[in-house]
Nanobody, 115 residues
């Protein structure tokens, strides 16, 4: 399994923005480049939810609730993915985790949006 590290979470007010980063420092670049990468989130007491994915070629997909506000991107040379989250709402409060091919997972980073 790949070693994934998330960062960028924190406390933000309703309507604020955060940018999450996920790195794969121990993964060979070609392996990273070949995988679909994604962000999931899990709020307290709820099931884990897919937020966004980005393919090796940069095609993206989002859950309906974040469309138009969140943007996922990847930097293959740096083996990183990002999640830019704008106009955050309290219901976005959750632990956000990145995944490589849905076979490797990071520990997650807490995002808290105060109302």
């Amino acid at each position: 399994q790949a070693y994934l590290v998330e960062s960028g979470g924190g406390l933000v007010q309703d309507g604020g923005s955060l940018r999450l980063t996920c790195t794969a420092p121990r993964t060979i670049t070609s392996v990273f480049n070949a995988n679909v990468m994604g962000w999931y989130r899990q709020a307290a007491g709820k099931e884990r939810e897919l937020v966004a994915t980005v393919t090796a070629r940069g095609s993206t997909n989002y859950v309906d609730s974040v469309k138009g506000r969140f943007t996922i991107s990847r930097d293959n040379a740096r083996k990183r993915i990002y999640l830019q989250m704008n106009n955050l709402k309290p219901e976005a409060t959750a632990i956000y985790s990145c995944t490589m091919g849905e076979t490797s997972w990071g520990q997650g980073t807490q995002v808290t949006v105060s109302g």
